[in-house]
C-alpha cells in the first residue's frame, strides 16, 4: 500500500477514536459508580437508539470482514454464515428478548438463578458467558491485525501483534471508563457509519455490472476458478460426509447461538420495559437484514472484480476482501479515488472492531463481577465494588482476548465466530430455555446444562482439525485431532440440552412452585422486573 493509503487511514482511524475516547470521557463523567448505570446505561435507550446498538453489536468484524471473504472464496456456501446471523434473530425475537428483559438484571445468570440456588447457577453461568465472550473477542482481535496488516502493506507478525494490543487496550478504556452508556454511543456511531460504508460500496459493485446481478454473478464463477460449482452448494461443505455434517453443525450454531450470546443478551437490560426490548429487536432485524443481503453483492462482487486469487494472496483467509474490493472500485492502487475509498472502508472496518470489543468486553466484564465476584462473596458484594471489579476484571479479559487473538491470527474470523455461536447455543441456550419454560427444572439442571455443553464443545474444539493435524490448524506441527468437524454444535448443543434434563430428573431438590409461578408471570407480564 502507498503512503497516501496509510496516512489518510491512519488519520480516519485516528478521527473515529478521538470521537469515541470524546464519548466515553463525557459519559465517564456522570454516575458511573452505580450498577445500573455502568451496566446497563440506566436503562434510559430507546427502542430504535437500542435496536442501532444490537445492530453495531452483532455487524461485527465476522460479517463485514470475514462472511464477504468466504462468500469471495466459496460462493455459494459462504452465503450459509448469512442465513444462519439472520434466522437466530427470530428465535431471539419470540423466545428470549421480552422474557429475559423482564426476568434478569444485569446478566443471563439472573434469569437462570431467579428460581435456584443462585451461587452454584451464578458461578456456572457466569464461567460460561466469559468463555463465550473471549472466542467472540478473539475474532475480533484477528480481523483487526488482518486489516492492519494489509493497510501497512505487508502481513509483519509485529504489525498484527501491536495493532491486537492496540485494540485491546482501547476497548478496555471504553469499558472501564464508560461503561454501557459510552459503549451504546459508540456501537450507534459504528452501525451508522458501517451501514453508510456497505450501502456505498454495494451501489458502486452494481453500478460496475450496470445493475445487471446475473453478469456479476456468472463473472464471480468464471474469476473463482471452480465454474458454476461456485454458484452451486458443495464446495466448502459438500465434499464429504464429513462436510456436511459441519455444515449441520455450522448452522445449529449460528440460528441457535445469537440466543445465548452474553453481549447480546445485556443489551436488552438498557431499555426500560419488556415492549421496548422487542421493539429493538425488530429494529435490529430490519437493519441487519438489509445489511446481510448486502454482503451477497459485495462477496460476489470481490470474486468477479478482485478475484479469489489477489484475496488469498493478501490473507488466506479472505479476511482483506472488501478493503480491496474497495481499492478496486475508487480506481484501483495508487489512484486518488482508490486511496480515499480504501481509507473510509478501512477505517470503517476498524471502527467496526473497536465498537464491538468494548460491547464483548463489558458484558463479560459484568459477569465476573456481578456473576463470579458476587457469588464468591455470598452476597455480600456492594454495587460499588461490583462496579470496580468489573473494571478491573475488563482489563484481564482483554489481556487474555489479545494473546489468543494473536495466536489464531491466520483463521477467517467468521469460522472463529462460529465457534463462539457453537460453545453459546450449548452451554447458555439448555440453561435459559430450561428456566423460562420448564417448571420442574432444578439447580442441579441448571449448572449440568452449562457444564454439560461448556465442556464438551471446548475439548470437541481441542480435539477438532482447528487446532491440530491439518496445514491450516493452530499447531500444524503436531496432530492429536480425533473429531473431525470444525464445529462441535453437532454434538455439544444436544449433549447441553441433555445434561440439563439429566440433572434435572437425577436431583433430590423439589422444584420451588412458587418461585416458578412468580417468575412466568413477572416473564409474561412484566411485574415487578427490574
Known sequence: MTGNHQTLALCLFSAFIVVTLAITTWVGRNRQGSAEEFYAGGRLFSPMENGFAIAGDYMSAASFLGLTGLIALFGYDGLLYAVGFQVAWLVVLFLVAELVRNCGRFTLADVVAARMSERPVRIAAGTSSVTVSVLYLVAQMVGAGSLVALLLGGTSPAARAWTVIGVGALMVIYVSLGGMRATTWIQIVKAVLLLAGTVALTVLVLLRFHGDVDRLLLTAAERSGHGDAFLAPGLKYGGDWTARFDFISLGLALVLGTAGLPHILSR???????????????????????????????????????????????????????????????????????????????????????????????????????????????????????????????????????????????????????????????????????????????????????????????????????????????????????????????????????????????????????????????????????
Open 268 to 530: 436488552f437490560y438498557t431499555v426500560p420495559t419488556a415492549r421496548a426490548a422487542r421493539r429493538s429487536v425488530l429494529w435490529s432485524i430490519g437493519l441487519i437484514g438489509g445489511f446481510y443481503l448486502m454482503t451477497f453483492v459485495l462477496g460476489f462482487g470481490a470474486a468477479a472484480i478482485v478475484g479469489p486469487e489477489a484475496i488469498r494472496g493478501a490473507n488466506a483467509a479472505g479476511n482483506t476482501a472488501i478493503p480491496l474490493l474497495a481499492l478496486d472500485l475508487g480506481g484501483g492502487a495508487n489512484s486518488t479515488g482508490g486511496t480515499v475509498l480504501f481509507a473510509i472502508v478501512a477505517a470503517v472496518a476498524f471502527a467496526t472492531i473497536l465498537a464491538v470489543v468494548a460491547g464483548i468486553t463489558l458484558a463479560s466484564s459484568a459477569s465476573v463481577a456481578h456473576d463470579l465476584y458476587a457469588s464468591l462473596r455470598r452476597g455480600r458484594a456492594k454495587q460499588r465494588s461490583e462496579v470496580a471489579v468489573a473494571r478491573v476484571a475488563s482489563v484481564g479479559i482483554g489481556v487474555v482476548a489479545i494473546a489468543l487473538g494473536l495466536l489464531a491470527r491466520d483463521l477467517n474470523v467468521a469460522f472463529l465466530v462460529g465457534l463462539a455461536f457453537a460453545v453459546a447455543a450449548s452451554a447458555n441456550l439448555p440453561a435459559l430455555l430450561y428456566s423460562l419454560f420448564w417448571r420442574g427444572f432444578t439447580t442441579r439442571g441448571a449448572v449440568w446444562a452449562v457444564y454439560g455443553g461448556l465442556i464438551p464443545a471446548l475439548v470437541l474444539v481441542v480435539l477438532s482439525p482447528v487446532v491440530s493435524g491439518s496445514p491450516e490448524s493452530l499447531f500444524p506441527g503436531v496432530d492429536f485431532q480425533y473429531f473431525p468437524l470444525q464445529n462441535p454444535g453437532l454434538v455439544s448443543i444436544p449433549a447441553g440440552f441433555l445434561a440439563g434434563w439429566l440433572g434435572t430428573v437425577t436431583s433430590s431438590e423439589t422444584p420451588d412452585e412458587a418461585k416458578h409461578a412468580e417468575t412466568e408471570v413477572r416473564s409474561l407480564t412484566g411485574a415487578g422486573a427490574a
